[in-house]
């Protein structure tokens, strides 16, 4: 059992950057790949960014490669997402996701557990 906690949301202007969090609970973190999902109002949930159970190898959505960067620290059992270079269209709630042993994580039938979702929203 995986328990996904996300922080660091909040309302930030255009170009803006922000740092979100995910705290896990369990003693096999290190054997999850991790992911952040987004969903905007109205909208399907989609694929952000995974990283490996390592930390050596990640995967970006298109929309978001260049800006976004996923890192994780399996000795704080925590992930982050820093996103740099902000845009409305980022306008979501920021999800974390754990998929045991599973590359590349991207679809959302692949994740094991989910966190309960943090707001992001950036003004124009």
């Known amino acids: 059992q995986v328990q996904l906690v996300e922080s660091g949301g909040g309302l930030v202007q255009a170009g803006d950057s922000l740092r979100l969090s995910c705290a896990a609970s369990?003693?096999?973190?290190?054997?999850?790949?991790m992911g952040w999902f987004r969903q905007a109002p109205g909208k399907e949930r989609q694929f952000v960014a995974s990283i490996t159970w390592s930390g050596g190898t990640t995967y970006y959505a298109d929309s978001v490669l260049g800006r976004f960067s996923i890192s994780r620290d399996n000795a704080k059992n925590t992930v982050y997402l820093q996103m740099n270079r902000l845009k409305p269209e980022d306008t979501a709630v920021y999800y974390c996701?754990?998929?045991?042993?599973?590359?590349?994580?991207?679809?959302?039938?692949?994740?094991?557990?989910w966190g309960q979702g943090t707001q992001v929203t950036v003004s124009s």
């Open positions: 996701a754990a998929a045991y042993m599973i590359w590349p994580l991207r679809l959302g039938t692949q994740v094991n557990y």
């Open positions: 369990g003693r096999t973190f290190s054997s999850y790949t």
